[in-house]
């Protein structure tokens, strides 16, 4: 692993799950690191020299660019962005979901690391380093699958994984690289702080899928396997699974 210490590193996402066990991951190795959600920083852990809590919404462009000048005034560099924040949807169809559920997922979901990497992306540029930044973004195997959630998540994921693609090849030749995870089943509150209630027929329908899981990973185990994405020499457009053998059955 390349040495972390005093690198950057700002990740969304962070009061609890994947996102909460990445931050802590980075500071174990001696980075820096902007923790961003949407939940006041004072309902977390409290900021120190190596941790700056900021209060989010990734949905917001205002909110992010502010968010980026606070990391940038204090810390005067940004080196790599972990877009962790996300929400479940309700496992509606197509025919089934509302504006609401649709807009909300998609806006957290897609708009949301859309947000974090174009302005990360500017500053990345002014860098005189080779390696200007690096990107990883928290996927899911709904990136790539049908059956694994509903349309409005499903819809958000394989969008993020397009994103990610094409960020990837637009910038491998000025010093960006962007990673991507895909997360089968992780034991997380993503249900519950998504206050989603699931729809029946939706449910009843993926649920032969879900059934051939093999068990859920742990949010250290997508932590790993982030910082991994975020540091390996060389890797640009990787699509790293982490599913525990679910997605090869």
Known sequence: ??????????????????????AQ???????????LDI????????SSSDLLNIKCDVSSEESVTAAIKQVLDKWATIDIVCNVAGVMDQFE?????????WNRV???NLHGPFNVMRAAIKYFLTKEAEQK??????GSLASVKGGTAGVAYTTSKHALLGLSRSTAWMYAKEGI???????????????KNSRAVPDKVGLDTV???????CGNCDPIDAANAIVFLATAVGLNGSELRIDKGWSVA
């Open 39 to 46: 939940v006041d920083a004072s309902d977390s852990s409290s």
């Open 93 to 101: 169809r197509t025919g089934d979901v509302s504006n609401e559920m």
């Open 106 to 108: 998609l806006n957290i």
């Open 133 to 138: 930044g690096r990107i990883v973004n928290v």
């Open 1 to 22: 692993m390349a040495d972390l210490k005093d690198k950057v590193v700002l990740v969304t996402g962070t009061s609890n799950g994947i996102g909460a066990a990445t």
């Open 207 to 213: 649920m032969p899928t879900m059934a051939t899981q």
């Open 177 to 191: 690289q962007t990673n991507v995870l895909l997360p089968g089943g992780v034991a997380t509150e993503i249900l």
């Open 25 to 35: 991951l980075f500071l174990s190795h001696g980075a820096k690191v902007a923790a």
